[in-house]
């Protein structure tokens, strides 16, 4: 079955960075589209970036373009999004998805 697993998510300053990870198995994740989605809890989930399967389609929310960066490295079935310049409304669980499959997510906080 298809296994998404995030890290990288923690407590940073707002202006901070941080880069976040989702390791999939499971998947032909050289052939997959990979999300980034993020969840407020009482909210619905917000989607936040989209790649395809090679990596030269890549499209922003436009509440995080310009300043998060999709990628991925398909030798290391890895999704990526660097986060930089994060604001207070950034804090949320982040999710990686492909095809309906998410992973477990992982939180990120904004705090001074």
């Known amino acids: 079955q298809v296994q998404l697993v995030e890290s990288g998510g923690g407590l940073v300053q707002p202006g901070g960075s941080l880069k976040l990870s989702c390791v999939a198995s499971g998947v032909a994740f050289n052939r997959a589209s990979m999300s980034w989605w993020r969840q407020v809890p009482g909210n619905q989930r917000e989607w936040v970036a989209l790649?395809?399967?090679?990596?030269?389609?890549?499209r922003y929310a436009d509440s995080v373009k310009g300043r998060f960066t999709i990628s991925r490295d398909n030798a290391k079935n890895t999704l990526y999004l660097q986060m930089n310049n994060l604001k207070p409304e950034d804090a949320a669980v982040y999710f990686c998805?492909?095809?309906?499959?998410w992973g477990q997510g992982t939180q990120v906080t904004i705090s001074s």
């Open positions: 998805e492909t095809s309906g499959n």
């Open positions: 790649i395809n399967s090679a990596g030269g389609s890549i």
